[in-house]
């Protein structure tokens, strides 16, 4: 990344950072097919407050190591979560998008990829037909 206004110490500087939390990244993958399984865990034990708090850390986590479509995926399902967790119509939404966040994980579609879009529109087109 090249920013005109940063001077070039600050440009090695972000490089360096830039770097240090792609390599963070790598580890990240276990630590968030983990969370997924808590936010399941959760659900099925009636905790949809533990699930929200859960679905909002991997919101941010996912962002901060370069997986923006996960990201949007916990965006949605936060929302299904907070809206009606306990429907049976909700239990099928958040079992797909939790069962997508894993393929998108397992299937390294990490950044903006197409099939990671595709998924993404996916997820959005059930959420809207899910009666709320």
Known sequence: MHDASLTFEQQQMLA????AVEKLSEGYVP??????????????????????????????????????MVTEAAVHLY???????????????????????????????KGHTPQGKKLVADIVSMVNATPS
């Open 16 to 19: 360096k950072a830039e770097a």
């Open 31 to 68: 630590i968030l097919l983990e969370e997924i399984d808590n936010i399941r865990t959760e659900l099925q034990a009636g905790n949809d407050e533990e699930a929200l708090i859960l679905a909002h850390t991997v919101q941010g986590q996912a962002g901060t190591f370069g997986w923006p």
């Open 79 to 109: 929302k299904v979560i907070e809206v009606q967790a306990n429907s049976p119509i909700s239990a099928y939404t958040i079992k797909s998008i939790l069962d997508t966040m894993q393929l998108m994980l397992k299937n390294g579609l």
